[in-house]
């Protein structure tokens, strides 16, 4: 009888011990998804607000006709990153918004420069300027 008793006792110490261990890894658990949760809801705002971020330059370039305009904005329509070109051919500006993680003011000079303009310091390519029109080349009269 005493082995039974002892069983007994021992089974349900036993038991109780495994339902505090087990309601112990729930609240663990519980815990660890819950700063998962708030860790995970918090950064995506911020993150998503930094893909949208855009930045603006304004770049001296040789463009001096439609032509040039409708060339440039086509060809750095490709560039990765770039939202949005505008062109003022009476002052020979470049102005282009681009997102920042996805290319930079160096990047979008390199581009103007593949296309045949000059852009600020950076001359224009050669064999790309030979290619344009003569209405395009830097010694031609605005139109």
């Given amino acids: 009888?005493?082995?039974?008793?002892?069983?007994?006792?021992?089974?349900?110490?036993?038991?109780?011990?495994?339902?505090?261990?087990?309601?112990?890894?729930?609240k663990i658990i519980f815990v660890l998804m819950a700063i998962f949760a708030i860790t995970a809801f918090s950064i995506t705002?911020?993150?998503?607000?930094d893909k949208n971020k855009t930045?603006?330059?304004?770049?001296?370039s040789s463009v001096v006709c439609g032509m040039c305009d409708a060339r440039v904005k086509k060809e750095l329509a490709y560039?990765?990153?770039?939202?949005d070109i505008q062109v003022d051919l009476?002052?020979?500006?470049?102005?282009?918004?681009?997102?920042p993680g996805r290319t930079d003011v160096e990047k979008i000079k390199?581009?103007?420069?593949?296309?045949g303009y000059?852009?600020?310091d950076l001359v224009a390519d050669e064999k790309a300027y030979n290619?344009?029109?003569?209405?395009?080349?830097k010694d031609a009269e605005p139109h």
């Fill in 79 to 83: 560039e990765k990153g770039v939202t």
């Fill in 110 to 115: 390199k581009s103007i420069t593949k296309i």
């Fill in 90 to 99: 009476k002052e020979k500006l470049i102005t282009v918004e681009y997102k």
């Fill in 55 to 60: 930045e603006t330059v304004v770049i001296k």
């Fill in 45 to 49: 705002p911020v993150q998503a607000q």
């Fill in 1 to 26: 009888m005493l082995k039974i008793i002892f069983r007994v006792f021992s089974e349900s110490h036993y038991l109780l011990i495994l339902n505090i261990l087990i309601m112990k890894t729930v």
């Fill in 131 to 137: 290619k344009l029109p003569a209405c395009c080349k």
């Fill in 118 to 120: 000059d852009a600020d």
